[in-house]
């Protein structure tokens, strides 16, 4: 975050000397979420920038025809911060950006038994012949997923310029890709479901996750140049 609000001070401290159009401010939508763009025009051809942009999703759902009823609690947020550059290398809107940045995706999800687990069989009224626990003695479930990698590369190419142009107003198109590394799974369990988040367990999982080193970034949006 520090890194960015450099990069944002650094492009207004410019503006007071520039010859129109040369600051822009953009919206954005897309697999990065909601956020916002300011650029600075350097040359006809280069423009530096700032992303920010930011979304969360929370889920909870309990189950009522299920051998335990569960209780699900789901949190998803995605979002990233990063500088960027952008080369217009045939000085109109088509461009080709690199920079770097952090990729905050995030997934955290919680669940939890509402019913006891008997453990063994059940006579016919239902009730547990052998060994029964309670949703206190079973303990929550806990994961989360995100990327360790604090920093992350970041290249793609886009049609618009934010920073230069002969309207106010342009439209944005980035298509991209953050290199972010694999993703890490943690688990974590307070009762008898721990040995479910033994260091061993949690690695088969993620090495189920080791080819997923690409974070597509898809987004769309307008701008309107200062």
Not at 6 to 26: P, R, Y
Not at 44 to 55: I, P
Not at 86 to 107: I, M, W
Not at 121 to 150: I, M, Q
Request: aromatic letters at 10%; proline letters at 4%; one cysteine or more.
């Amino acid at each position: 975050m520090k890194h960015v609000i450099a990069v944002v001070a650094l492009m207004l401290l410019f503006t007071g000397s520039a010859d129109g159009q040369n600051l822009g401010i953009g919206l954005r939508a897309g697999t990065t979420g909601v956020g916002a763009d300011v650029a600075f025009n350097l040359t006809r051809k280069l423009n530096v920038r700032g992303h920010f942009s930011t979304f969360s999703y929370g889920y909870t759902e309990s189950t009522t025809s299920q051998d335990p009823n569960l209780s699900v609690d789901a949190e998803a947020g995605i979002g990233a911060i990063a500088g960027m550059i952008d080369f217009h290398p045939f000085g109109n809107s088509f461009r080709l950006t690199v920079g770097a940045g952090q990729n905050n995706f995030d997934v955290t999800g919680t669940g939890t038994s509402l019913d006891s687990v008997c453990m063994g069989d059940e006579d016919g009224a239902g009730n547990c012949l052998g060994k029964e626990f309670s949703p206190d003695k079973l303990g929550s479930l806990r994961a989360n997923v995100s990327y360790p990698s604090a920093i992350q590369p970041y290249m793609g190419i886009g049609f618009g310029n934010l920073a230069r142009g002969r309207s106010v107003i342009t439209f944005l198109l980035d298509i991209g890709a953050f290199y972010t590394g694999a993703p890490e799974i943690d688990l974590q369990n307070d009762g008898l479901f721990r040995p479910t988040t033994d260091p061993d367990n949690v690695q088969v999982l993620n090495d189920g996750l080791e080819s997923f080193v690409w974070y597509p970034v898809l987004t769309l949006g307008v701008g309107i140049r200062i």
